[in-house]
């Protein structure tokens, strides 16, 4: 079975500077995906960014950008800039890959606040 | 990405009872999953469904306790029966979609259920 750590139950920064949220997985295969998804207290789960493992290039969406290491099998989540807004938990998740039919794994976490 | 409403949005149950979350796409979509976040903790997969057939669940998840319904290609139900405190939790459903790619959930704005 798949897991996903993420051990920073808790991050701070200062508003409009960098942060970078870690994430590790343990998985047997080759053929996955891998997301960032940001839970504000609305409770809405809201998609950061996605990873196919087959791609070597680092996913980037605006202010948020991945460091896929799939040796060392750690996906962290930069970001840039950091805006009030970012405010929420962030989880970090892994599917398998392949048809659409396999659920999502999630790690535990990561409360992220921005001073202003 | 498509658009997913839940009802109800809250509730509060006394033990015992049975309470039936409705799941409602905006498009067609073949995979459909249900998660629950306990207070304070990650998502877990309760199990998928797909139309036409049986929803498989997770370990630790059984159908007498969360029976599942998937009528159509845009609609699904969970219930969740004979509630005690444990049950209390954000029941969420997903849906993967995205354009010619099924590999990315999209999450409902969940289910805030309390059992007294």
């Known amino acids: 079975a798949q897991t996903v750590t993420q051990s920073q139950p808790e991050m701070s920064v200062q508003e409009a500077e960098t942060v970078t949220l870690s994430c590790t997985y343990d998985?047997?295969?080759?053929?996955?995906?891998l997301f960032w998804y940001k839970q504000p207290p609305s409770r809405q789960m809201i998609l950061v960014i996605r990873q196919e493992a087959y791609k070597q290039q680092n996913a980037t969406e605006n202010r948020f950008s991945v460091n896929f290491q799939k040796a060392a099998k750690s996906f962290s989540l930069k970001i840039s800039d950091s805006q009030l807004g970012d405010a929420a938990m962030y989880f970090c998740?892994?599917?398998?890959?392949?048809?659409?039919?396999?659920?999502?794994?999630f790690g535990k976490g990561t409360h992220l606040i921005i001073q202003p | 990405s498509a658009v997913i409403s839940q009802k109800p949005s809250r509730d509060i149950c006394q033990r015992g009872t049975s309470l039936t979350i409705q799941c409602q796409v905006d498009?067609?979509?073949?995979?459909m999953f249900w998660y629950r976040q306990q207070p304070g903790q990650s998502l877990t997969l309760i199990a998928t469904a797909n139309q036409g057939s049986e929803a498989t669940y997770e370990s630790g998840f059984v159908i007498d306790k969360f029976p599942i319904s998937r009528p159509n290609l845009t609609f699904s139900t969970l219930t969740v029966s004979n509630m005690s405190p444990e049950d209390s939790s954000i029941y969420l459903c997903?849906?993967?979609?995205?354009?010619?790619?099924?590999?990315?959930?999209?999450f409902g704005p969940g289910t805030r259920l309390t059992v007294l």
């Open positions: 998985t047997s295969e080759s053929d996955y995906y």
């Open positions: 997903s849906v993967a979609a995205g354009g010619t790619s099924t590999d990315t959930q999209y």
């Open positions: 498009s067609q979509v073949t995979m």
């Open positions: 998740a892994y599917r398998s890959g392949g048809g659409g039919a396999d659920g999502l794994t």
